[in-house]
């Protein structure tokens, strides 16, 4: 939920704001699906929990990235 309600539509926002490349789009898509497969999948808590940091941490880092430069 936070996933999808919070961190994609602000990092979209600010791909969008200070024009963001591809490459941070592709990583955003890749890094939201690595956590919704092991979901809709039935994976281990701890896969879910593991994947769910690594995404958000990468979806953080490309705001920062968008903010600062």
Sequence with gaps: MI???VLAPLTLLSMNTYHG?????ACC????FMVVIPVLSAQ????????????TSVHLAIILFNFLS
Excluded: E, K
Aim: proline share 4%.
């Design 3 to 5: 996933q999808a309600n």
């Design 21 to 25: 490349g591809d490459w941070q789009l």
């Design 29 to 32: 898509i890749t890094c939201f």
């Design 44 to 55: 281990p808590m701890l896969w879910v929990a593991r994947a769910f940091l690594l995404s």
